[in-house]
Every structure is written in C-alpha cells, then in structure tokens.
C-alpha cells in the first residue's frame, strides 16, 4: 500500500531476519484444482517476497525478477496473455534522482554549514497530479514559527507579529509543553502537517521547512527512500521553468538539539523567532533517466459470446520499497504484507478460475501494477492506456495486505467511499457472498470514507479505476508495525486468514462474472 507522504501533507489533507528456504516457483502449481489452500499461499509468499527479490523497488533488478515469476506462473497456468507485449503492459517511467549540483546550506558567521539531505531534511518535489511544481531553488534568513498554533491553553500564537514573506520559515509538527496527551497526537499527525502548511503559504515564504516529531519521523524515514530515488510517469511535458514556479520549496526534517534550522535553546527556547545572522539557501538538481515498467496482465475468458467480452477485473501491486537505509543487520523490506499477499492471492484466484471446468459468461481480467508504491503509478497508466475497453470492465476488485492482524478482521473500502454510490450495489454482492462464508468475516468499514484521516481510499490501486466510474471494492487487512519495514516477511502472515479472503475475493468475482447485470 502506497504511504501517502505528499498527497495527505498538501491535499490534507534490526534484528537478523530469521533463515527461510523458498520454494520453487513450480511448487505451488500443484495446488488442488478448484480450492484455495494456505498451503500454496505460504509457498508463493515465501518465493515472492524472498531476500533474492531485493524488495521489488519499481526500477529495479528486483523488481524485473518479481515480473519474470508472474509471467513464469501464467504462462504455466495457460492463462490468456492480457499485455501489450504478451503478458506485460509496457509503462514508460522516468527515475529521478538528485544531481551533483544539489546543495543545502545554512550560513552563520562566515561559515556555511551543509544540512544533509536524507537525513536531516528532504525536499518535496513532486505534490503529485494536478498540483503545480515547486521552486527547486530557495534562499532567505529563517524564521522559526514555533509550533505554528494559535490556542488558548497553554496560550500561543505562534505566527502573530512574524514577517514571514521572502523568507525561509521553519516550523514543528508538534506540541508544546502542557498539551494533553490527546491534543498531542492530533498535533503531531500527518493530517496537520497541511495544516500548518495552509496557514504560511499565503504570506508567501521564500521556503517552508516543516520538523516532524512523535510518529511524523516514521514518514519522514520512509519518504526519505522515496524522494531519493523518486519515480514518475513519462511525459512529454515541457519542464517548468524556475522562475514560472510559484509554489515554494517545501522540505520535511525531524527537529534535534543543534540544528541551525532551530534556536540555540531549543527545546527549552520554543518561542517564535527571526534566527538573526542565519541564512538559508538550497538549490535541488535532479537528474532523471527513462526506463520502462511493466504491469503483468492475464485474462480467464468468460464462455458467454456476448459478456465474454466484458470483465472484471482483480489488482494487486507487485512492487515494494526496496532496500531500507541504516538497518544493521536486515536491510531488505521484503514487503511480504504489502503486497506480496494480494499479488499471490490473484495468482491462487487466476489458477482456480483457469481451472474451473464451468466458466461464468463474463470474463476475469487479472492485473498485477507496476508503480504503485511511487505514487499509483502502474494502475494509472492501465486505466489511462487500458488493453480492453475501459468500459469492459464492469468491477474491478483490490487486494492490497491481506495476510495480518486478527484472523476475522476485513477492512472493505469503496461501496460508501466511491463517488456517486457507484460502488454500492458491489458492496452488497460482497456482504451477501461474506454471508455465506463460515465463519464470516467481521468487516470493519471505518477506513470507507473519502474524508478519514488515513485516506486509505486514494492509497491503493483501486482508485485510479473508480475515477473512471468503475465499481470498485478494496479487501485489506489493515495496517501493522511492520507496514514498510525490514519486519514485514512472510514468516508473520497469517496464511489461513490470507486463504479465507483469497476465497471470499474468488466468490465475489464469480457473483459478478454470473449476473447479466453490472453492479450499479
């Protein structure tokens, strides 16, 4: 599941791992025709999110090699390719990473001081579609906006009397002394970081340099990776040119004593402040480089002449985040979770469809994205460029972390949040199907509203395809300590549960391929 780091600052919204044998990419063909076993689904997790994969970061060797076993499988499933190219959809990308001009300096004194990009500080390049660029170039004397609250207990306002335009304003996500326990973790939220953000940008800094605190540095360490080593789809766009950019340079950090971002005193010294004498300036160069990914496509064929034609379609994402800086001794996030259960439940899912001996009349498009970890990449360009019609696809079924946390608990997201109750007559196939299971799930549909904190509904694949007017249903099982760490390996997924929700997506995608009807 993609961590929303811009989408929600802007738009509000090493322990060893323990030795494991993977088994051959063959072995879990062997499976009994017809059933979905947490056998087989053990052995693919093993092989796909194995330390040889390298944690499948788009771009990368890794994730050429978790490509070639989705291919390997299908093609020995004999399922119908779905690509461009066979099985594959070529997606044109673009790698970015920072140039050797890149340079972020505070001066004070005649000496300037390097502040570290990575670990001290990151830069937010791209906000993401539909939102203009940012300045790549920022200078001015810093303005420390302390908390950036105006509040009555303890009494604050933080921003009053503060000259902040043309200046490079440096702001902490946090609280102050004397807040509650309950104030301070609304403050320290992702969700108030665009807060903040809202209240400087009209008086129209040079940059704004937001320090995060409490659980916001789990978001700064896994942008970092993310910014580093950045992926964007291929345009022929022309690049913006500084001067037309009217956004300012937006960084995130985490505070620490000593830094010539904050005062002298700080923490004891929290108050606003001009940091007379010191000097800001930081000029970001990147180099980007084309390549090309793939989404992995394969269709079960309906035996209908008519609906044979139309489909609906599962996803699942085979990409991770790669290799986790400043780890001793495991430094692969090997991304077991998310998603090596959805992409191995879409495989168990193909393989029982492919062999049942009746085939419903719609057709099963299955789509394995690219991309989707590096901003839902891979799913929009498939809906964009899709290879059947758009409006073929009558569902479109997600599964993204499917194998942890209590075994009967099911997130479902998409029947109440999908715009104009497009999605709601596929929730009721799903509660009806649900209901049939023994035991059912317990589904938990508080993550169902566009307007949660989390936005979990704008976070996985399925959203590019209910922007089309696609009924969509999101199947996860939720978020856990290990979510975009070395933690999170197939040894900790609960292969039973990741059976029964294989199943129940399996039973809902039957339901929908039966009924004359599309479910709208």
Not at 262 to 270: I, K, N, V
Not at 469 to 487: A, Q, R
């Amino acid at each position: 599941m993609r961590r929303s780091v811009v989408a929600l600052v802007l738009l509000g919204a090493g322990c060893a791992a323990p030795p494991r044998t993977a088994p051959s990419p063959a072995a879990a063909v062997q499976a009994p025709v017809g059933a979905v076993t947490a056998e087989e689904l053990r052995r693919d997790v093993y092989a796909f999110a194995d330390d040889s994969m390298r944690g499948r970061e788009t771009g990368t060797e890794g994730a050429a090699r978790a490509m070639r076993f989705l291919v390997d499988r299908l093609q020995r499933l004999d399922l119908e390719p779905a690509g461009d190219s066979g099985f594959l959809q070529r997606v044109p990308m673009q790698l970015e990473v920072f140039g050797p001009g890149t340079r972020v300096v505070v001066e004070e004194g005649g000496t300037a001081r390097p502040v570290k990009i990575g670990t001290e500080v990151i830069p937010l390049l791209n906000l993401g579609a539909g939102v203009p660029p940012t300045k790549r170039v920022a200078e001015g004397e810093i303005v420390f906006a302390g908390y950036g609250l105006t509040m009555a207990n303890p009494k604050r306002d933080d921003l009053a009397g503060l000259s902040l335009a043309g200046k490079v304003v440096v702001v902490i996500n946090g609280a102050p002394a004397g807040v509650d326990s309950a104030k301070r973790v609304e403050l320290e939220a992702q969700a108030a970081i665009s807060q903040r953000i809202a209240q400087i940008l009209p008086q129209r800094p040079a940059a704004i340099i937001v320090l995060l605190t409490g659980k916001g540095t789990e978001l700064f360490e896994a942008a970092g990776p993310s910014v580093e080593r950045a992926v964007t789809l291929r345009t022929n766009a022309r690049e913006i040119p500084e001067s037309e950019r009217q956004i300012p340079l937006i960084m995130l950090g985490v505070p620490a004593v000593g830094s010539p971002l904050l005062p002298t005193g700080w923490p004891a010294d929290d108050k606003p402040q001009t940091l007379t004498g010191r000097r800001f300036s930081a000029r970001i160069e990147q180099v980007k480089t084309d390549f090309t990914g793939y989404n992995v496509a394969a269709i079960v064929r309906g035996s209908d002449p008519a609906l044979r034609s139309t489909y609906v379609a599962f996803g699942a994402h085979y990409d991770h985040v790669g290799i986790i800086r400043g780890t001793a001794s495991d430094s692969i996030a090997n991304g077991a979770d998310d998603d090596a259960s959805g992409s191995m439940a879409l495989l168990a899912a193909a393989r029982v469809m492919q062999q049942a001996p009746v085939k419903p009349p719609r057709s099963t498009l299955f789509v394995w994205h690219t991309g989707e970890e590096k901003g839902l990449l891979g799913s929009s360009w498939f809906t964009d460029h899709p290879t059947v019609p758009i409006d073929s696809i009558v569902a479109q079924i997600n599964a993204d972390m499917i194998g942890r946390n209590a075994d009967s608990l099911l997130y479902v997201v998409g029947p109440i949040a999908a715009p104009n109750n497009q999605s709601k007559r596929l929730g009721a196939i799903v509660d009806s199907v649900n209901a049939t299971l023994t035991p059912p799930f317990a589904f938990n549909r508080e993550w169902d509203n566009p307007q949660h904190p989390e936005h979990i509904y704008e976070r996985s694949d399925h959203f590019n395809y209910a922007k089309k007017g696609i009924p969509i249903v999101f199947f996860t099982s939720g978020l856990h300590d290990d979510y975009h760490k070395v933690g999170d390996e197939p040894s900790k997924i609960d292969y039973p549960k990741m059976a029964r929700v294989t199943r129940l997506m399996v039973e809902v995608g039957r339901a929908v391929a039966n009924s004359p009807q599309r479910p709208r």
